[in-house]
């Protein structure tokens, strides 16, 4: 018997093709969906990272060619590119081949820094570059962007102990650089005659790294710096710098030797904890950023054993990972090994991360090589303009995330 209410008519043929129609497109959509999920081939997509959090993984993505490269953000003319980095001047057969390349995440687009808007963004404010000559790199790299699009006067200057740097006078920004190899003080020891714990284990000469004393070209940077950015590491790998066997590095705390005298990768984690903690202490409310290791492309050998950097296109993501997986303990191998101990310092710190490592890693063709006429290829520092822009880039975006 039927319910009171309810009828017993089938529905209208036409109401069961539209049900059919919607229910094939549900699918459709599903399939596609799954489809694209497991391709990493970039897409086209419309979305704009909106500058609202940090919804963007930018590390997540692939180097794109651009059909129609846009004119350079800035050229050899940019007086201040150290002269092994300018690769246009050096006539770098792929010269041009290394701008027309844009990182592309997978989940969004990260458009190129504009320069005016960062003049104006950032008025009255202090950026100080902290490290080694890639940090160097990367401050030139920003510096001639924006003196292409900078009104008024921009004048050189030396704060808080930089090595150099410059103030746009119209926006009232300071932009330095503090060079620092190792960040933590460090100088040549030599046994003392009077003995002592260094001198009874048979240790003659070497080199004494204070741990807990920040290096004098930045000691101040925290306190005078608005935003700080970071690096560190390519020293602290550098046996032909610091000769295990004839110039050991001896490390100081508290004015004492550590004993036992730790490895050159414990001693870093020494100074990465104690100068992490220092800037915390001496900068609560400014901006902080360390930035990941910059990768190197040396192929054949490192530098001193003929190592070279030929390739003219980037890397695929299979040959990055031959050329810098760990467990095959490679010649590049470093960058992912120092990132390492980075990020273990960092936790529970006030630091951001600038994550520049993989992006970089495709990027075996940016690098000076011979161009110039090197004795050795530079297979670690990057022509300019070139990637390093692309640092800058993803530093923009996470100071529009704060």
Not at 304 to 324: A, D, I, K, N, Y
Request: aromatic fraction near 10%; hydrophobic fraction near 40%.
């Amino acid at each position: 018997m039927a319910m009171k209410g309810f009828s017993k008519r089938k529905p209208p043929i036409a109401s069961l093709i539209a049900i059919v129609i919607v229910s094939a497109g549900c699918l459709a959509l599903i399939f596609s969906f799954f489809q694209s999920s497991g391709s990493n081939i970039p897409r086209s997509s419309n979305r704009k990272w909106s500058g609202k959090g940090n919804s963007c993984n930018y590390t997540n993505g692939i180097w794109v060619r651009l059909a129609n490269p846009p004119p350079l953000r800035y050229d050899n003319s940019c007086k201040e590119i150290f002269k092994g980095w300018n690769c246009i001047s050096a006539k770098k057969p792929n010269v041009r081949e290394i701008t027309a390349w844009r990182w592309k995440p997978f989940e969004c687009d990260i458009p190129p820094l504009n320069p005016s808007l960062f003049l104006n963004r950032f008025k009255n404010k202090k950026i100080g570059f902290v490290g080694d000559s890639l940090n160097r790199n990367m401050f030139v790299s920003l510096v001639c962007m924006l003196k292409g699009a900078a009104s008024g006067e921009v004048k050189k200057m030396r704060p808080a102990g930089a090595d150099r740097g410059f103030i746009f006078k119209d926006y009232n920004l300071t932009i330095a650089y503090h060079r620092t190899n190792l960040l933590v003080r460090y100088g040549r020891w030599s046994a003392s005659g009077n003995g002592g714990d260094l001198e009874s284990l048979g240790y003659k000469q070497g080199y004494r790294v204070d741990v807990d004393v920040p290096d004098r070209s930045w000691a101040e940077a925290p306190m005078f710096h608005d935003i700080l950015i970071f690096n560190s590491g390519h020293w602290w790998w550098a046996p032909s710098k610091f000769d295990p066997r004839e110039m050991p590095m001896l490390f100081f705390q508290g004015g004492v030797p550590v004993l036992p005298v730790p490895s050159p990768k414990d001693g870093f984690d020494l100074a990465l904890k104690n100068m992490v903690a220092h800037v915390d202490r001496t900068a609560q409310h400014k901006i902080k950023i360390f930035r990941t290791q910059s990768p190197r492309h040396f192929e054949g050998g490192d530098w001193f054993e003929g190592g070279s950097c030929t390739r003219t296109m980037p890397l695929s993501t299979q040959q990055v990972e031959e050329m810098f997986d760990i467990e095959r303990n490679g010649t590049n191998v470093e960058n992912r090994v120092v990132n390492g101990h980075i990020l273990r310092a960092l936790a529970g710190s006030g630091f951001r991360v600038l994550h520049v490592t993989h992006v970089s890693e495709f990027r075996a063709d940016g690098h000076p090589a011979a161009a110039g006429g090197k004795i050795h290829d530079d297979c670690m520092h990057w022509c300019l303009p070139g990637v390093t822009d692309t640092w800058n880039d993803l530093l923009s975006h996470i100071l529009d995330s704060i």
